[in-house]
């Protein structure tokens, strides 16, 4: 019954994964030991495995494997979208939040379906890699929310490279504590994680929430419109969600689905949709130069001097002999 597994599970502690380890097999909860047992702490319900080749080989997490492949297309389908408006404000930046949601969608796939095995000696650098990428996303995403205040011109080599730079140094620290931890030396340990439990829960918190704030504001103050608002909170809300239900209610629901699926299927799900509705929200809050975006080239503008004859033109392209007009629709 549902009851009596969520009691088993270890209490929630500030600083231990011991609680989440026991509600969604995280790819770095293998890895990690229990204050209390010294050993990794598992999931209180895990969803079925597919037996392949006759026992040789399990698949784990089959569903949420599944969503995963849904969620690596659909966000395939928001990069080709993204790329197509040619003049978007921040399109660069934001393309890069959805190249690292999709990198880390392809290693959590490798992670949690067992395809590395956990037993392997490369899982725990893997794992780390995960990690970073997973901090370094909301890192990136973060980013973006600053991008449309506009403090340097999007696109350019400065906001690109501030923006790769920064992201990798985001990445490296957090694989670096991550490794560190898995291998217990330079004073870190897989008994007291704080410093990736600080690094992996508590700055994506902190950088979402900036994010949010951010957009607010940009709206609030630079937009007539206030529908994207809905984008945003909706966006929000999925999100959260996604962590109640896999990390609140992950062992309640797979009990009650009967192992099929379990707190991670459903925690896919709405991240997913929290993610769509990241796009969303920018495409709304941005305007092309459609001038641009449907030909590349600039039009034509034509200057008649209503005292001369209709034949008689005067006007050119910009930078021709004859002074023309440019059509510069900002």
Not at 15 to 28: E, K, M, R, T, V
């Amino acid at each position: 019954m549902p009851a009596p597994i969520l009691a088993n599970a270890p209490s929630f502690a500030f600083g231990s994964f011991d609680f989440l380890c026991s509600q969604s097999p995280l790819p770095l909860c293998s890895l990690l030991q229990s204050t209390a047992t010294l050993a990794p702490v598992e999931p209180t319900c895990y969803a079925r495995n597919i037996d392949i080749n006759s026992g040789s080989y399990l698949l784990f997490e089959p569903a949420t494997l599944f969503v995963q492949i849904i969620a690596l297309l659909m966000t395939l389908v928001m990069i080709f979208y993204i790329r197509s408006k040619y003049t978007a404000v921040g399109r660069k930046e934001i393309v890069m939040f959805f190249y690292m949601y999709a990198v880390t969608i392809i290693l959590d796939f490798l992670l949690v379906g067992g395809i590395i095995p956990p037993a392997s000696v490369v899982f725990k650098y893997f794992a780390a890699l995960h990690a970073g990428l997973f901090v370094s996303t909301f890192w990136c995403l973060m980013y973006n929310g600053i991008v449309g205040f506009q403090w340097t011109e999007d696109g350019t080599s400065k906001s690109l490279w501030t923006l790769r730079l920064s992201t990798l140094a985001v990445l490296l620290i957090t694989f670096t504590v991550s490794i560190l931890t898995f291998l217990n030396i330079a004073g870190l340990s897989s008994t007291s994680p704080m410093g990736l439990y600080i690094l992996y829960i508590i700055f994506p918190a902190l950088f979402l929430i900036v994010y949010v704030i951010l957009q607010i504001v940009l709206v609030v103050t630079t937009l007539d419109d206030r529908w994207p608002l809905g984008d945003l909170l909706f966006g929000l809300f999925f999100f959260l969600l996604g962590l109640v239900t896999e990390f609140v209610l992950g062992s309640y629901l797979c009990e009650v689905a009967t192992h099929y699926v379990d707190g991670m299927f459903f925690g896919t799900i709405f991240t997913l949709l929290g993610v769509m509705l990241v796009y969303k929200f920018w495409d709304s809050i941005t305007k092309e130069d459609l001038e641009f975006a449907v030909s590349g080239k600039a039009n034509v503008w034509e200057q008649r001097n209503p005292l001369l004859g209709d034949d008689e033109v005067v006007g050119s392209l910009v930078g021709g002999n004859g002074g023309g007009m440019h059509n510069e629709n900002w």
